[in-house]
C-alpha cells in the first residue's frame, strides 16, 4: 500500500495514495471528508466529551485528529487488521494514543459505553443505530454519516423504503427531505430504547448527510421527539408543502391538485442556533483547512433555523409563474416587509426558508418582476 503524508488540521497523517475512491481500497481514505472532519474536531472541542468512539474508521483520520486535537479519550475502530496498524502509525506519528480495536461496530459497541460516537460508514448507517443508541451515555452525542444519497433523496424509492422504512418524494428540495428522513430515522431508533433526540448540527454537503443528535433520557424528551416526527405533503401544482401527523394527512391540496407524502420525517429544527454560534467561535479561534467553508455552513445552517417547512427553489417558482428570475436580496427584502422569517439555504444557493406559504412567496415574486 502506497502512502502519502497530508496534513489535516494540527495533525499530521499518512494516508493511502489512492486515484479513486473505492470501497474495496487496502484502507478507505477520503479527502473530501475533511469539512466533515474539521467540523468533528470543532464539535468535540465544544461538547468536550470525555470519551469519543470513531466506529468505523478506516483510515482512523478522524479519530487521531480527535485524539491530537481535542482532550477526549479516543477509542478508533475498523474490521480491517491493515486500517488498525495505520491508525496506530499515525497515533504514533503525532506523539498521541488511543484504544485502537480491531472489531465489528455491533460487537464493540455490544460491550462498551462513550459520551461520542461517529458512524461514518461507506453507505447507509442504519444497520448501527440500535447497538449506538444503546451504547452512547445519556446526553452524549450520535454523529450520523448517510452517502446512499440516492436513497434518501427519492431516486432509488425500494431502497428508502427497505434500509429506513420511510417514503422518499422528488421534489425541489429532495436534498433537504432526504436529511430529514434521515434524523427521522435515528429519532425512531432512539424512541425504541425509549429515548429522545436533539438535533445540534445538520448539514448536507456535496455527496453525504450528515446529523449529530444529543441523545436524551427522560419521558418528555421522548415525547418532544414524537411530536417532531411527521410527514410532508407536497403539492406538485402550485408548489405548496406542508407537514401532518400521522391521522391528519390530507388527500387534496387548497389548489385542486392531490397531495404527495414522504415520510416519516423530521419536521423540527436541524440544528441549535446557541450551539451553532458556539461552533463558529471554535472553528474561528482554532486550526481547519476548511475553516472558511466550515464557518460559511455553520453560520448558513444557524440562520435558518428560523422556519422549519422546506426551502422554496426562487428559479423554479419565478419559472412557474412565467416571471423572469429576480434577486435573492430582493425576495428575502419583499418577505421580511411583509413581516416573514426568511433567510437563505446551505442546502441551495437559489433557495429560501421562511415561513410564508406558497401564495404569499408568488406576491412577492410578482411584485418584482
Known amino acids: 500500500m502506497k502512502l502519502t503524508e497530508i496534513t489535516e488540521g494540527r495533525t ?6 489512492e486515484e479513486k475512491l473505492l470501497k474495496s481500497n487496502e484502507v478507505f481514505y477520503n479527502p473530501e471528508m475533511e469539512l ?5 474536531v470543532a464539535i468535540t472541542n465544544v461538547l468536550e466529551p470525555e470519551t469519543f468512539c470513531d466506529l468505523l474508521a478506516g483510515s482512523g483520520a478522524r479519530g487521531v485528529r480527535i485524539a491530537n486535537e481535542t482532550n477526549a479519550r479516543v477509542t478508533i475502530n475498523d474490521l480491517n487488521p491493515k486500517a488498525c496498524e495505520l491508525a496506530r502509525e499515525n497515533l504514533n506519528r503525532n506523539g498521541v494514543s488511543a484504544d485502537v480495536r480491531n472489531s465489528g461496530a455491533n460487537l464493540l459497541l455490544a460491550g462498551a459505553r462513550f459520551d461520542y460516537i461517529d458512524i461514518d460508514p461507506f453507505g447507509p448507517p442504519v444497520r448501527f443505530l440500535d447497538s449506538a443508541v444503546r451504547a452512547v451515555n445519556s446526553g452524549g452525542l450520535l454523529a450520523v454519516t448517510a452517502t446512499d444519497t440516492g436513497a434518501l433523496c427519492g431516486t432509488y424509492l425500494s431502497a428508502c423504503q427497505r434500509k429506513y422504512d420511510a417514503v422518499p418524494l422528488r421534489t425541489d428540495y429532495y436534498n433537504e427531505l432526504g436529511l430529514r428522513v434521515l434524523i427521522a430515522s435515528v429519532a425512531r431508533t432512539a424512541m425504541r430504547f425509549g429515548f429522545g433526540i436533539k438535533p445540534l448540527f445538520s448539514h448536507c454537503s456535496a455527496h453525504y448527510f450528515r446529523t449529530y443528535v444529543q441523545v436524551l433520557g427522560r419521558s418528555a424528551n421522548v415525547k418532544g421527539t414524537l411530536e417532531n416526527i411527521g410527514y410532508l405533503q407536497h403539492c406538485f401544482g402550485c408548489m405548496g408543502r406542508k407537514y401532518a401527523k400521522l391521522g391528519e394527512i390530507e388527500s387534496v391540496c387548497s389548489c385542486g391538485e392531490r397531495f404527495r407524502n414522504a415520510g416519516p420525517v423530521w419536521r423540527g429544527g436541524f440544528a441549535e442556533e446557541d450551539f451553532c454560534a458556539k461552533m463558529k467561535e471554535e472553528l474561528e479561534s482554532g486550526t481547519f483547512g476548511k475553516k472558511k467553508k466550515a464557518l460559511k455552513l455553520a453560520g448558513l445552517v ?13 428559479h423554479k417558482a419565478c419559472k412557474k409563474l412565467g416571471a423572469s428570475s ?19 439555504t446551505h442546502f441551495s444557493g437559489v433557495g429560501v426558508r421562511t415561513d410564508a406559504g406558497i401564495d404569499e412567496l408568488k406576491k412577492v415574486i410578482r411584485i418584482r418582476k
Open 12 to 17: 499530521k497523517l499518512f494516508v493511502p495514495k
Open 326 to 344: 429576480t434577486s435573492m436580496d430582493g425576495i428575502l427584502t419583499g418577505l421580511k416587509s411583509g413581516g416573514f422569517e426568511a433567510e437563505r
Open 36 to 40: 466533515s472532519r474539521d467540523i468533528s
Open 302 to 314: 444557524e440562520k435558518e433555523q428560523t422556519a422549519n417547512l422546506p426551502f422554496y427553489d426562487v
